[in-house]
Structure formats: structure tokens, C-alpha cells
């Protein structure tokens, strides 16, 4: 009897990867990114990742590197996926290739209510630095964003 062996990724995002994310997001975010967001953010040679469980596309993340940090600018993982690690990996992931690329520390914003997302950063050593007041579109208006920051 044969086992399976389950095996996950990490890979740059292609165009044709799009529609599957595009699912995700939708599923995850109120207010999700555009198809063109995520095609800009390829074309533009952003970091664009997504991470995939034998053919399943569980999550995604794109990170913009600056000269001195890197800038995450948005990571999702399937609602199904969620609380299972993988954020966590995702996350890791664009850490280490902060650190490959010499940045002194990486920054990401996050909704103020998105608690499950805070704690996680938290746990990995990101550190609120600032708030911004009014930066995300919210049901009733708008919603604060915490920007946090990890120094490598």
C-alpha cells in the first residue's frame, strides 16, 4: 500500500494564477483587490508569490522591496486553509527574502479589527509603529490601519 505524500510550495505567481486568486480574495476581503491590482503587481516585477498544496492554491502575498525595507502589500490564505500555519509559512517566507535582499526591516499595514492577523504578527515579532487614521474602506465608512514593522 502506497502512501501519499502531500507536498507544498512556494512559487512566483504566473498571469494564469490570477483567476484562482481572484477567488480567494473575494472569498477573505470585504473589499478585495482587482484582477488588474494583482496583474499590475506581476507586471510591475513586485514579489509575487503563491503557495500550493499538490495543485490546490491555498494562499498568496506580494511584497514590494524598497532600498532599506520591504513592503508587504497584501497575503490571503483560502478561508477552508485559514488557522492551519500557513500564514504563518507564507509570512516566513517573504521575511527570509527581505532578509536575502538586505532589508533592515519589513513592514505591512493591517485593518485594526483584523485581530486572528495582528496576533500572528505579533507572534512573529512585528511591532506597531504607527496608525493610519481612515486607510481602509469599511461597510460603515472607514476602518484605521495599524502599520507594524519587524527589524531584521
Not at 494564477?17 to 488588474?36: A, N, Y
Not at 520591504?70 to 527570509?96: P, S, V
Not at 527581505?98 to 483584523?114: F, G, M, T, Y
Amino acid at each position: 500500500m502506497s502512501v501519499i505524500q502531500q507536498t507544498d510550495q512556494i512559487r512566483e505567481m504566473q498571469l494564469e494564477d490570477v483567476g484562482r486568486i481572484i477567488l480567494i480574495e473575494r472569498e477573505i476581503f470585504l473589499f478585495p483587490w482587482s484582477v488588474m491590482n494583482f496583474i499590475d503587481s506581476i507586471k510591475s516585477g513586485y514579489y509575487c508569490r503563491v503557495l500550493e498544496q499538490d495543485d490546490e492554491l491555498i494562499g498568496y502575498g506580494i511584497t514590494m522591496m524598497g532600498p532599506d525595507e520591504a513592503h508587504i502589500l497584501t497575503l490571503g490564505i483560502a478561508a477552508q486553509r485559514q488557522y492551519q500555519g500557513w500564514g504563518g509559512k507564507l509570512l516566513d517566507y517573504f521575511i527570509q527574502l527581505a532578509k536575502q535582499n538586505n532589508a533592515l526591516a519589513v513592514i505591512l499595514d493591517v485593518r485594526k479589527s483584523n485581530t486572528s492577523a495582528i496576533n500572528l504578527y505579533r507572534r512573529l515579532g512585528f511591532q506597531q509603529i504607527a496608525l493610519r487614521k481612515g486607510y481602509y474602506p469599511a461597510m460603515c465608512g472607514r476602518e484605521d490601519a495599524l502599520v507594524m514593522r519587524l527589524d531584521l
